[in-house]
């Protein structure tokens, strides 16, 4: 089974919706990621929790929100999808700065 | 805020050819890591260097960190069809207690003709 699991794997959507993708992990890393992949762009952070209690910004958090629900579940939120929000999405967990392990990803259309 | 760049964007090479791709920081690091992305798939950590003037191998893969923690390198010797896909360096600032993120780079794609 895969350490790191994300739901869904693809998703359309349209402008205006809110939308929730989640992370899962059976590491026990404390920290947990959310990256965007656009071509071009690389990877960037949008969110970063080094554990239950403490979320922080990455580059790119307007229009995003995150919820830390457990050591092992890390949810990313659009409150209201836009189409530039259209993006492959990674999660991924570390155990402190070590190597960080990435989930399958999640590819969001949004209309 | 902290940049990463790497360059080339993009690497056409012969099969048995070598490739590099390089990484530079605005700053310091504290370490910077490699992942490689296959075409469909999600960043696979390949390497971490922590040491100024580190050199590490992996069969035909050289990794190198400058003396100055600002820059380095990936060289593949003899690329082979199963080297494809993206290679990605993310550095950590130095600014003690591991307590950023890691800044990737955007990557260099490597593309081998048979």
């Known amino acids: 089974d895969a350490d790191v699991t994300q739901t869904p794997r693809n998703r359309i959507t349209k402008t205006g919706k809110r939308i929730m993708l989640e992370c899962s992990q059976t590491k026990g890393h404390d920290r947990m990621y959310w990256y965007r992949q656009d071509p071009g762009l690389g990877l960037r952070l949008i969110y970063y929790?080094?554990?239950?209690?403490?979320?922080n910004k990455g580059e790119i958090s307007d229009g995003y929100s995150v919820s830390r629900q457990a050591q092992a579940k890390f949810s990313l939120s659009l409150e209201s999808a836009i189409p530039n929000q259209t993006a492959l999405y990674f999660c991924a967990t570390s155990q402190w700065v070590n190597e960080q392990f990435f989930g399958p990803g999640t590819r969001l259309t949004v209309l | 805020g902290q940049q990463v760049m790497q360059i080339p964007q993009y690497q056409h090479v012969q099969e048995g050819e070598d490739f590099t791709t390089y990484c530079n920081s605005s700053t310091t690091l504290s370490n910077i890591q490699w992942y490689k992305q296959r075409p469909g798939g999600h960043p696979v950590f390949l390497i971490q260097l922590v040491k100024s003037g580190e050199v590490k191998k992996q069969k035909r893969l050289t990794f190198q960190f400058g003396e100055a923690k600002k820059n380095s390198s990936l060289h593949i010797t003899a690329t082979q069809t199963t080297d494809v896909g993206t290679y990605f360096c993310a550095g950590i600032k130095d600014s003690g207690g591991g307590a950023d993120g890691l800044t990737f780079g955007k990557g260099t794609h490597l593309i081998i003709q048979p």
């Open positions: 929790s080094f554990d239950v209690k403490d979320i």
